[in-house]
C-alpha cells in the first residue's frame, strides 16, 4: 500500500482517490491517530463534544428490508408498531433533552418516505422544538427536492439519511431501495440548504475496503457532510444480522480516524453501538477525532450509555459538552 502524501492531509478536499484513501486507513495506528488528533486539533477544541438527543417519533413496522433494523415489519422482534408520536409528547421530550444538556434534538421514524400528512405533523415538530432553542434533525428516509424544502423551511437544520455502508456490500443489506435513491435523497438535502448528516454502520460484516468505500463516497461529495455518524452494529435478535462475530474496536477507531482525516471539518459522531464499548475504546475514538455523541437512555429503539455513565466519562477525560447554536427562545 503506498503512503499517502502526509503533507497534504488536513486539506479540505473533494477530489480524494481510492488509493489515497486506502493508505490513509492503512497507516500504522499510531501515526493514523497522531495524524488524525493533528488534523483534529486545527479544526476542533479537542475537549468538546456536540451532543444530540435522539427521539423515534415513529416507531417500528417499517416497509424497507435493512438487515440490521429491528424496525423492519419483516423482522420478527421485540419493537412493536406505533403511531406517529402527538406534538405534545415530543415536546416534552425536547423540554427534558434541553435539561440534560443536548443542544440538538433529532427527530427519528420508521418511514421508507413521509405521506404529505405526515410530513405536517413533522414540520410542526420542527418549528416548536426549533422554538426552544435546541437545533433540529431529522431522519424520515427518502426525500423528494420539495419535501426537503419544506422542511428547511420549517426550521429543520440537520437531515440525516445514511448510506450505511459501500456501494458494492450495499446489496447484502438493503434490496428495498438502491445506493442511488440515497444519494438522491442527499442531493435534495443539501440543495434545500440543509445540514447533512450522513454516515454508516460498522460490524455488518464488511471489509476494510467497504469501509474505506463509504468514507471516500462521502468526501468525494460536492461538500462533505456537516455530520458523519459512525454506528457500531446493535446486534437486535430476529433481524438477519443478529449473531455476527463482534466488531473489532481497534477497526472502528481506524474507521474514525480515517473519517476525520477525509472530511476535516466535519463532526464525527460516535453513534449507536456504545453501551457495548468500554471507556478505553470511546477514549480512543475521541482521539481518532470523534467530536459528537447521542445521550440518553435510548436511541430510537435500543439502549444508549445514559446520563451517568456519560457524565462520568466526560469527567474521566476532561471532555465538555459543546454550546448549542440554535437561536435561544423567544
Ligand atoms: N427510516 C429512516 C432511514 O432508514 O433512513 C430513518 C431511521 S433509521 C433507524 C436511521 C439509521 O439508523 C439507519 O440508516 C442506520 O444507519 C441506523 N441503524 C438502524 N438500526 C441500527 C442498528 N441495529 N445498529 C446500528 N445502527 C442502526
Ligand atoms: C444514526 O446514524 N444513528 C442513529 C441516528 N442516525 C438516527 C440511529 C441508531 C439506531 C440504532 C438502533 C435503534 O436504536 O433502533
Ligand atoms: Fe426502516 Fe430506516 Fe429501519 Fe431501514 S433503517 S428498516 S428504512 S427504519
Known amino acids: 500500500m503506498p503512503t499517502p502524501d502526509l503533507s497534504r492531509l488536513g486539506e479540505i478536499r473533494s477530489d480524494w482517490t481510492l488509493e489515497e484513501a486506502r493508505g490513509v486507513f492503512a497507516l500504522p495506528f499510531n501515526d493514523l491517530l497522531f495524524h488524525a488528533q493533528r488534523v483534529h486539533r486545527q479544526n476542533f477544541d ?11 417519533i415513529k416507531t417500528g413496522a417499517c416497509p424497507e428490508d435493512c438487515a440490521y433494523c429491528p424496525q423492519s415489519v419483516r423482522y420478527e422482534t421485540h419493537v412493536g408498531r406505533e403511531e406517529l408520536l402527538d406534538l405534545g409528547d415530543v415536546l416534552d421530550a425536547a423540554q427534558a433533552a434541553r435539561r440534560n ?4 434534538f433529532c427527530m427519528g421514524a420508521a ?5 404529505p400528512k405526515q410530513l ?3 414540520k410542526a415538530m420542527v418549528r416548536e422544538v426549533r422554538a426552544l432553542g435546541l437545533e433540529t434533525c431529522a431522519t424520515l428516509g427518502m426525500l423528494t427536492p420539495d419535501q426537503a424544502r419544506e422542511l428547511k423551511d420549517a426550521g429543520l437544520d440537520y437531515y440525516n439519511h445514511n448510506l450505511d455502508t459501500s456501494e458494492a456490500f450495499y446489496g447484502e443489506i438493503i434490496t428495498t431501495r438502491t ?7 442527499l442531493a435534495a438535502v443539501r440543495d434545500a440548504g440543509l445540514n447533512v448528516c450522513c454516515g454508516g454502520i460498522l460490524g455488518m460484516g464488511e471489509s476494510d475496503l467497504d469501509r474505506v468505500q463509504l468514507l471516500l463516497t462521502l468526501a468525494t461529495l460536492p461538500q462533505h457532510p456537516e455530520s458523519v455518524p459512525i454506528n457500531q452494529l446493535v446486534q437486535v435478535e430476529g433481524t438477519p444480522l443478529h449473531g455476527l ?11 474514525i ?10 463532526y464525527v459522531r460516535l453513534s449507536a453501538g456504545r453501551t457495548d464499548m468500554s471507556d478505553a475504546v470511546q477514549a480512543l475514538c475521541f482521539l481518532a477525532g470523534a467530536n459528537s455523541i447521542f445521550h440518553g437512555e435510548k436511541l430510537l429503539t ?18 465538555r459538552p459543546e454550546a448549542g447554536s440554535a437561536a435561544p427562545a423567544a
Do not use: C, H
Open 46 to 56: 479537542p475537549n468538546r463534544v456536540q451532543v444530540s438527543t435522539l427521539l423515534s
Open 101 to 104: 444538556g443536548a443542544t440538538r
Open 111 to 115: 418511514y421508507r418516505n413521509p405521506k
Open 120 to 122: 405536517e405533523q413533522i
Open 179 to 185: 445506493y442511488q435513491d440515497r444519494l438522491d435523497t
Open 245 to 255: 462475530p463482534a466488531l473489532d474496536p481497534l477497526d472502528l477507531v481506524r474507521t
Open 257 to 266: 480516524a480515517t473519517a476525520r482525516l477525509l472530511m476535516p471539518k466535519s
Open 302 to 319: 435500543t439502549p444508549n450509555p445514559g446520563q451517568t455513565r456519560d457524565e462520568e466519562l466526560f469527567a474521566r477525560l476532561g471532555l
